[in-house]
């Protein structure tokens, strides 16, 4: 999964969709939650230009959400500079709610762009606008926008950010799938259908995405939506075995932690050993097991042992 994510980000493979399964306490969320600030901290540092990137939590679990997180990916100032530098509409959209609009918005500058730039952001997330609103832009629409219709306008505008080179990449980070599973069936279904619609629209050009979730929602879920599941390639998440698994994913933690204090103190002592030791790990990584009785550790309970041996030692 990481290989194909640096692949589409340096433009050299398509998007894909990876389904990342586990049980609780596997350290879904954590990964997903390192992707994006790895991204965050590319994108900021000037590594990585013109990607868009969200975290999608499971508070956000409905089709409408969906479409407006996406927007909200691609961000304000990103519409913005695409209202001030487009000089006509895409011909496939002439006729259109979408092409009206933005016969409208071009050529738009400053705070008047940035309001059209919000206007779009609630509509093609469905929230609810206005009559008069509506009418300005030429939306002759008078329902809040379906799911299905929001996504292709979104490929659309993607589509018109790319030629602007203002954003090419879209990576979407989905947690909590088996939360679709507590929806109603009628909304769980039309969350399914706008996912699948979502990928189906950008058929892997410039979109990647990774859904977070327990093995039993992805089973449920998609064989309610074989044709969604046909699209995902799964993989999963392991408990924690051996004590190298144990010391590797400390060591990874505490890297990144000690890299973490030093950017935010701008300093540049290293030490020579982490703590805890490899050692101390072991013997954590032993009582888990013992008081277990089991022959595997969650990466959550190691990690809950390391932060209160460390809550230990600073008391």
């Known amino acids: 999964m990481q290989v194909s994510l640096l692949g589409f980000l340096r433009g050299e493979s398509a998007g894909r969709m990876w389904a990342l399964a586990g049980q609780p306490g596997f350290g879904k969320s954590n990964f997903l939650r390192h992707v994006e600030h790895e991204l965050q901290g590319l994108v900021s540092s000037g590594s990585l230009e013109k990607v868009a990137y969200r975290y999608i939590p499971s508070q956000q679990v409905s089709p409408r959400f969906l479409a407006q997180e996406v927007v909200q990916a691609v961000g304000e100032d990103a519409l913005v500079a695409l ?3 487009l000089q006509r509409p895409p011909t496939a959209v002439e006729g259109t709610d979408l092409g009206r609009f933005l016969v409208k918005v071009i ?13 779009v952001a609630r509509w093609l ?32 505008l993607m ?10 990449k879209l990576v979407l980070l989905l947690d909590e799938f088996e939360d679709v599973q507590a929806l109603r069936k009628d909304i769980q279904s039309e969350y399914l259908m706008a996912l699948k619609g979502l990928v189906n629209a950008f058929n892997w050009e ?13 089973t449920t879920l998609g064989a309610r939506i074989p044709s969604l599941q046909s699209r995902w390639t799964q993989v999963r998440l392991q408990p924690l075995k051996t004590t190298d698994e144990a010391i590797a ?41 013992a008081g277990k009785r089991r022959v595997e550790v969650t990466p959550r309970e190691l990690l809950h042992s390391l932060y209160e041996w460390v809550e230990q030692q600073v008391s």
């Open 206 to 218: 410039r979109l990647f995405v990774v859904v977070a979730g327990q093995e039993a929602a992805f």
């Open 83 to 85: 209202f001030e530098r």
């Open 249 to 289: 994913l400390a060591s990874a933690y505490k890297t990144r932690a000690h890299e973490r204090f030093r950017e935010a103190n701008h300093s540049r002592f290293l030490a020579s050993e982490l703590q805890p030791s490899d050692n101390d790990v072991k013997v954590l990584f032993a009582e888990q097991l």
């Open 125 to 156: 997330g469905g929230h609810q606008t206005y009559a008069d609103e509506r009418r300005s832009y030429g939306i002759n629409a008078k329902q809040r926008l379906a799911p299905a219709v929001g996504v292709a306008y979104l490929r659309v």
């Open 107 to 119: 050529g738009s500058v400053g705070e008047t762009a940035r309001e059209h730039a919000r206007f």
């Open 159 to 168: 589509d018109l950010l790319a030629e602007q080179r203002i954003v090419d």
